[in-house]
Structure formats: structure tokens, C-alpha cells
């Protein structure tokens, strides 16, 4: 990683600014339901901790749009850290203003300070330079623990780093680059990509930046569905994005003169209608009825696709194998995610619905690393800069 990171930098006394992703998931009641991504940055917090560092922490959750809203008040995570931390985390109401620069100089060494909700600010999406140069008012270093974020050029992850001395990257941020971009740079081989989701736009750079490093690309989801019109078969009321037809075909092409093989499902359970109760049946990629949709791989290619991961020593998983949020159809996705963590290979998922699959279907502790990023991951694996990334110092030592 030719970014400097936090280990690299003197901490004490200093106010640390760590831009964290606690974008976790609440139930109706205000109460977080998966801590995964609080969790995942403590060892940074921890560290500044222990060098005697003033730590300020940032985030955003959900989509509040620019407006204060209680919906997406991060007041929930302040108590959950405390817990985490076993020690007291104190909330600002705000991220930027008097009173926050108020509780910022009242801090010690060892102090810990959550700020409210970012995206409070429609500055923030904006890469606003008033409310980058707001946020870097009290902060002596710069730490981006969010990757989850670091595709996206805003003012917490992009802006903020135009004024401070240092910008570095977590442990997180760290292990999360060091991972993904290692083992797409020089993967030990059988290397195989496993594809999903609903749209093949979404996955075409990565299929370019993979075919001369992979042996093997399998997709699922219903962004199959393209492929398989793609070669001339009907495929029912499933979805296909018609306008990347030709892409489809240009891709099989490719792959097939870079010799990698290619797998498609053979077989999928399908329904009258996406409903609860739909009535559904195991059909042949061939035989989808008129009108029908395909929303989940079937039980033959479940045993195909597991039979090509036998022999890998790298897999990366990025999108599930169908519409696995509703029992009927999650079958397909579990089947994958156990073949996968069942693997000697070493294996990486993607963020996102992938992360959430593997959790669901109980697998997770065997997966050799789960990235906390969905968007931020993809794009990484289609070989672009993250500019969360791109705006961190340069390692020069």
C-alpha cells in the first residue's frame, strides 16, 4: 500500500479525526441490529487511544438527505461504543459549529467525541470546501477507517484532507486495500470470480479487469439472465437489460479467447410473480414458462458451480445468486455461500448483499475476509481509483 498509514504518524496529544462507517442497520425502535461496522474499526480507535490521542469520530447513516432528522441520529452508536470501548464516548449534536469546536477544545488524551450524523449537511455529498475546511478546523490528523465510503469524493472523505497535515489510512482501511488489491494484482491460482446480482452493467468492469487474471467466471443472479438472451434462449418475465445484449455477447467472446471458463446457471427456480406465496418450480434454462421470472439458481447448478470451486486456491464473491431476502428463494445464495466458505481456497466477499448472505447463512467465521464496502469493493475489483484513497498522504519513507 503506497499510502501512509496510522501506525506512521505521532498520535499523542493530538486531535484525531477518524472517519469511521457506522452506517449500521437500526429496527424501527432506534436499536442497531448487526454492530459489524462499529466493530471493524475499533482496533483504530483503539490504537489512537493508547498513543495518547483526543479521538473525534465521524460517520454517516442512511440518507436523511441534507436535513437533521432522529431517524438517522447516530446517538445509538455513541452508547454502543461506550460499551465497546468500555468507556465513556460523549455525543455532539452536531458535526461542525461552536458548541462542537467548544467540546473539541475541552477534550484530554484519552478522550473520546462521536459527531452527529454528517449527511445532516448537504454539504457533505457536495465536497463542500466551507465544510471541509469546518471539519478540519480541529483536527491535527486525518484517519480514513470507511471504506466503505472511499469511492465517494465528499467532504469527510475527500475534502477534509486539502487541510490537514496529515491524512491517513485505519486499519480497516488498510486491511480491506491490502486484500483486494493483492489478490487481484498476483492471485494464487485456480482463480475464480463468482458474479452476481440483478445487472450486468454493474459488473462489466469488473469482468474486464478480471478475464486475464481469473480462470474462472461464474455468474448467478438474474443479471444471468442477459447472458443467457444474450445466446438466443427466452427466458420468461425475468430480467434482462436489453440494451446490453451486445455487451453480453462481446463479453462471452472474450472470455472464451482468453481462455477462461465461463458458467452460466442451467437450471433456476422460478414464480408467477415476485409475491409472498407466488407459486413456484425448478425449470431448465430452457424451459422458463412465458410470463414466468427466474429468482434464484437451482439445485443443479448450485452442484455445478460448487464443483468448479473444488480445485481454487482464490475466490472472490461479489453479488448473490438471487432474490435470497425472501426464504423461496435463497436456497441458490446459501448453497454458494457454504460451497465457498467449505473451500481451502482463500476467499474474499464482497460487501453489501453478499456480506449480509454469507452472515445469513451462518458461514461468515469461515470466510478468510468479508470487505465492509459493497460499492467501494466493486469498484477496486474493476481496477479504479477510490478517491477516499487517492487523497490520502503519500508513503514516502
Known sequence: MDKKTIEKVDLKGKRVFIRADFNVPLDENGNITDDTRIRSTLPTINYALDQGAKVILASHLGRPKGKPSSKYSLAPVATRLSRLLSKEVSFAKDCIGPDVEHMVQGMRPGDVLLLENLRFHSEEEKNDEAFSKALAAFTDVYVNDAFGTAHRAHASTYGIT???????????????ITYLQKTVANPVRPFVAILGGA????????IENLKDKCDKIIVGGAMAFTFIKARGQEVGGSLVETEMLPVAQ?????????????????????????NDGAATKIVTSQEIPQGWMGLDIGPATSRLFAEALQDAKTIIWNGPMGMFEKDAYSRGTFAIARAVADSFATTIVGGGDTDVAVHNAGVSDSITFISTGGGASLELLEGKELPGLAALTDDKD
Open 162 to 176: 486539502k487541510h490537514v497535515k496529515y491524512s491517513v489510512a485505519g486499519f480497516l482501511m488498510k486491511k480491506e
Open 250 to 274: 462481446k463479453i462471452r467472446k472474450s472470455l472464451r479467447e482468453s481462455n477462461v471458463k465461463f458458467y452460466l446457471p442451467v437450471d433456476f427456480v422460478v414464480a408467477e410473480n415476485m
Open 199 to 206: 445487472k450486468v452493467s454493474g459488473k462489466i468492469g469488473v
